[in-house]
């Protein structure tokens, strides 16, 4: 018997590399995108947009500043300026590409990104809640 992992574990320990890239204070997460033949289209990570000072380098989190129920585990996300590791994955993945593909995430997406991922084409999502 081979010891090779299947493609949704391969996938996901690849999300939780790109996880260690995210600059968030509150968690990191990672995403990866595979096409239907399995194809790495795109990853992302969670953090400030691009050009932004990010929270954990840089000591930007407007929610830090705050008490500390802002960062709570389910508090929402008013103040928060990051952008989420699916919505970055697929903002950088080739837009023909994304129906029919799979995407693996290193957390359960929020609402809105299951929208995100639903108008995307995104056939199939799967994630872990580590």
């Not at 960062?71 to 950088?92: K, R, T």
């Amino acid at each position: 018997m081979s010891d090779r992992p299947s493609w949704d574990e391969w996938a996901l320990a690849l999300a939780a590399a790109v996880a260690t890239r995210a600059d968030c204070t509150r968690s990191q997460v990672g995403a990866v995108i595979l096409s239907r033949t399995h194809r790495v289209l795109s990853v992302g990570y969670n953090g400030a947009p691009a050009g932004i000072p990010g929270c954990a380098s840089a000591g930007n989190c407007p929610r830090g500043r705050l008490d500390a129920s802002a960062c709570a585990p389910n508090s929402d996300y008013a103040n928060c300026i990051a952008v989420h590791a699916e919505a970055n994955a697929i903002y950088h993945a080739p837009a023909h590409e994304l129906p029919g593909a799979t995407l693996y995430v290193t957390r359960e997406p929020c609402p809105a990104c299951s929208t995100l991922i639903t108008a995307a084409g995104i056939h199939r999502t799967v994630f872990t809640n580590s």
